[in-house]
Protein backbone atom coordinates (compact mmCIF):
# COMPACT_ATOMS: atom_id res chain seq x y z
CA UNK A 1 0.00 0.00 0.00
CA UNK A 2 2.42 2.36 0.73
CA UNK A 3 4.69 1.67 -2.23
CA UNK A 4 1.87 2.58 -3.99
CA UNK A 5 0.88 5.53 -2.59
CA UNK A 6 4.64 7.23 -3.21
CA UNK A 7 5.05 5.88 -6.66
CA UNK A 8 1.28 7.46 -7.28
CA UNK A 9 2.31 10.55 -5.89
CA UNK A 10 5.10 10.57 -7.81
CA UNK A 11 2.89 9.82 -11.06
CA UNK A 12 0.66 13.07 -10.53
CA UNK A 13 3.90 14.94 -9.79
CA UNK A 14 4.30 14.19 -13.43
CA UNK A 15 0.97 14.63 -14.42
CA UNK A 16 1.03 18.55 -13.61
CA UNK A 17 3.60 19.23 -14.93
CA UNK A 18 2.15 17.65 -18.78
CA UNK A 19 3.18 21.32 -20.04
CA UNK A 20 6.82 20.70 -20.73
CA UNK A 21 5.78 17.42 -22.35
CA UNK A 22 5.47 15.75 -26.09
CA UNK A 23 1.60 16.21 -26.86
CA UNK A 24 -0.01 14.29 -29.16
CA UNK A 25 -3.45 12.98 -30.08
CA UNK A 26 -4.35 9.61 -30.11
CA UNK A 27 -7.10 8.59 -33.12
CA UNK A 28 -10.02 7.73 -32.12
CA UNK A 29 -10.13 3.89 -33.79
CA UNK A 30 -6.95 3.62 -32.01
CA UNK A 31 -7.46 0.05 -29.93
CA UNK A 32 -7.37 1.22 -26.27
CA UNK A 33 -5.44 -0.65 -23.55
CA UNK A 34 -7.91 0.88 -20.78
CA UNK A 35 -11.10 -1.02 -22.59
CA UNK A 36 -10.43 -3.72 -20.05
CA UNK A 37 -10.55 -0.81 -17.04
CA UNK A 38 -14.29 -0.58 -15.41
CA UNK A 39 -15.98 2.63 -16.41
CA UNK A 40 -17.69 4.16 -12.86
CA UNK A 41 -21.00 4.25 -13.21
CA UNK A 42 -24.03 5.10 -10.35
CA UNK A 43 -21.82 7.19 -8.84
CA UNK A 44 -24.00 10.80 -7.87
CA UNK A 45 -22.60 14.05 -9.05
CA UNK A 46 -19.12 11.98 -10.38
CA UNK A 47 -16.97 14.82 -12.25
CA UNK A 48 -13.97 12.87 -13.39
CA UNK A 49 -11.67 9.94 -12.04
CA UNK A 50 -8.36 8.48 -12.25
CA UNK A 51 -7.00 4.97 -13.19
CA UNK A 52 -3.88 3.64 -13.38
CA UNK A 53 -1.38 0.78 -13.86
CA UNK A 54 -0.78 -1.41 -11.71
CA UNK A 55 -4.33 -2.21 -11.34
CA UNK A 56 -7.92 -1.12 -12.11
CA UNK A 57 -8.30 0.67 -8.60
CA UNK A 58 -9.97 3.73 -9.30
CA UNK A 59 -10.45 7.29 -7.33
CA UNK A 60 -13.44 9.32 -8.14
CA UNK A 61 -14.27 12.59 -7.71
CA UNK A 62 -17.75 13.58 -6.73
CA UNK A 63 -19.44 16.96 -5.82
CA UNK A 64 -19.46 17.23 -2.34
CA UNK A 65 -23.41 17.55 -1.22
CA UNK A 66 -24.46 17.73 2.12
CA UNK A 67 -28.45 15.83 2.63
CA UNK A 68 -30.10 18.96 1.37
CA UNK A 69 -28.27 19.04 -1.84
CA UNK A 70 -25.69 22.26 -0.82
CA UNK A 71 -22.27 22.47 -1.93
CA UNK A 72 -19.63 22.57 1.00
CA UNK A 73 -17.91 25.58 -0.05
CA UNK A 74 -15.09 24.37 1.89
CA UNK A 75 -14.88 20.91 0.32
CA UNK A 76 -16.81 20.97 -2.70
CA UNK A 77 -15.21 17.87 -4.12
CA UNK A 78 -15.51 14.30 -2.24
CA UNK A 79 -12.28 11.81 -3.17
CA UNK A 80 -12.43 8.12 -2.84
CA UNK A 81 -11.37 5.10 -4.14
CA UNK A 82 -14.06 2.49 -6.12
CA UNK A 83 -11.77 -1.00 -5.00
CA UNK A 84 -12.25 -2.87 -8.60
CA UNK A 85 -9.43 -5.48 -8.29
CA UNK A 86 -10.64 -6.26 -4.82
CA UNK A 87 -14.94 -6.66 -4.36
CA UNK A 88 -15.75 -3.04 -5.68
CA UNK A 89 -16.03 -1.84 -2.03
CA UNK A 90 -15.94 2.49 -2.35
CA UNK A 91 -13.27 3.81 0.22
CA UNK A 92 -12.02 6.74 1.38
CA UNK A 93 -8.61 7.98 1.27
CA UNK A 94 -6.03 7.14 3.79
CA UNK A 95 -4.52 10.52 5.42
CA UNK A 96 -1.17 9.98 3.43
CA UNK A 97 -3.26 9.44 -0.09
CA UNK A 98 -5.77 12.56 1.01
CA UNK A 99 -2.74 14.87 2.08
CA UNK A 100 -0.02 14.10 -0.30
CA UNK A 101 -1.25 12.42 -3.01
CA UNK A 102 -4.99 12.42 -4.44
CA UNK A 103 -6.31 15.10 -2.43
CA UNK A 104 -7.24 18.99 -3.63
CA UNK A 105 -6.59 22.49 -2.44
CA UNK A 106 -9.13 24.47 -3.34
CA UNK A 107 -9.42 28.50 -3.84
CA UNK A 108 -12.94 29.35 -4.12
CA UNK A 109 -13.27 32.50 -6.85
CA UNK A 110 -17.07 33.24 -6.29
CA UNK A 111 -20.21 30.50 -5.44
CA UNK A 112 -20.03 29.29 -8.98
CA UNK A 113 -15.97 29.31 -9.77
CA UNK A 114 -13.59 27.51 -7.99
CA UNK A 115 -9.57 26.63 -8.76
CA UNK A 116 -8.16 23.63 -8.04
CA UNK A 117 -4.84 21.87 -7.63
CA UNK A 118 -3.66 17.97 -6.24
CA UNK A 119 -1.76 18.33 -2.97
CA UNK A 120 1.05 16.48 -4.69
CA UNK A 121 1.80 19.24 -7.23
CA UNK A 122 0.42 22.54 -7.04
CA UNK A 123 1.48 23.94 -10.57
CA UNK A 124 -1.10 22.59 -12.62
CA UNK A 125 -4.32 23.82 -12.51
CA UNK A 126 -8.15 22.56 -12.98
CA UNK A 127 -11.32 24.33 -12.60
CA UNK A 128 -14.59 23.32 -11.06
CA UNK A 129 -17.25 25.95 -12.72
CA UNK A 130 -20.73 26.08 -12.59
CA UNK A 131 -22.31 25.42 -16.31
CA UNK A 132 -24.63 28.43 -17.28
CA UNK A 133 -26.28 26.31 -19.17
CA UNK A 134 -27.55 23.27 -16.96
CA UNK A 135 -26.31 25.20 -13.96
CA UNK A 136 -24.53 21.83 -13.07
CA UNK A 137 -21.11 21.72 -11.61
CA UNK A 138 -17.61 20.51 -13.86
CA UNK A 139 -14.09 20.02 -14.02
CA UNK A 140 -12.52 21.86 -16.43
CA UNK A 141 -8.93 21.79 -17.97
CA UNK A 142 -6.14 22.51 -20.55
CA UNK A 143 -6.95 19.33 -23.41
CA UNK A 144 -5.11 19.90 -26.50
CA UNK A 145 -4.85 24.08 -26.05
CA UNK A 146 -8.41 24.56 -25.08
CA UNK A 147 -9.88 24.95 -21.97
CA UNK A 148 -12.40 21.54 -22.07
CA UNK A 149 -14.50 19.40 -19.50
CA UNK A 150 -12.65 16.38 -17.74
CA UNK A 151 -13.99 13.41 -17.45
CA UNK A 152 -10.85 10.96 -16.52
CA UNK A 153 -7.38 11.08 -16.60
CA UNK A 154 -5.02 8.29 -16.95
CA UNK A 155 -1.30 7.09 -15.92
CA UNK A 156 0.58 3.87 -18.20
CA UNK A 157 3.57 2.42 -16.22
CA UNK A 158 6.21 0.08 -17.05
CA UNK A 159 8.46 -0.75 -14.96
CA UNK A 160 10.58 1.40 -13.40
CA UNK A 161 11.94 1.54 -9.51
CA UNK A 162 9.86 2.38 -6.40
CA UNK A 163 11.37 5.90 -6.56
CA UNK A 164 11.48 6.41 -10.36
CA UNK A 165 8.79 4.39 -12.24
CA UNK A 166 8.90 4.23 -16.04
CA UNK A 167 6.07 6.43 -16.98
CA UNK A 168 4.71 5.61 -20.90
CA UNK A 169 2.24 8.00 -20.96
CA UNK A 170 -0.45 10.22 -19.02
CA UNK A 171 -3.47 10.81 -20.67
CA UNK A 172 -6.42 13.50 -20.35
CA UNK A 173 -9.85 12.65 -21.56
CA UNK A 174 -12.92 15.06 -21.62
CA UNK A 175 -15.53 16.57 -23.76
CA UNK A 176 -14.94 19.36 -26.18
CA UNK A 177 -16.92 22.39 -25.25
CA UNK A 178 -17.75 23.66 -29.01
CA UNK A 179 -18.61 20.02 -30.44
CA UNK A 180 -19.57 17.96 -27.70
CA UNK A 181 -17.20 14.70 -28.91
CA UNK A 182 -14.80 13.32 -26.58
CA UNK A 183 -11.54 15.07 -26.86
CA UNK A 184 -8.28 13.46 -25.67
CA UNK A 185 -4.32 14.22 -25.22
CA UNK A 186 -1.46 12.37 -23.70
CA UNK A 187 1.20 13.12 -22.58
CA UNK A 188 4.52 11.56 -22.87
CA UNK A 189 7.49 12.17 -20.14
Not at 48 to 74: H, S, V, W
Request: hydrophobic share 35%.
Amino acid sequence: MKKTFVLTAFIICLVTTASSWNVWSVPSHAPEETDSFPIPSGIDHQLFYIQRTPNINTIIYALNLDEKGKMNEEFPIKVFWIRYAEDSSRQELSFIQRNYAYGLKYDRINEDKYEIRFVSYKKYTFYLIRDTKDRKFKVYTEINGKLNVLNRIFLKIEGGTFWFPHVVYVEFRGMDLTTGKEIFTRFKP
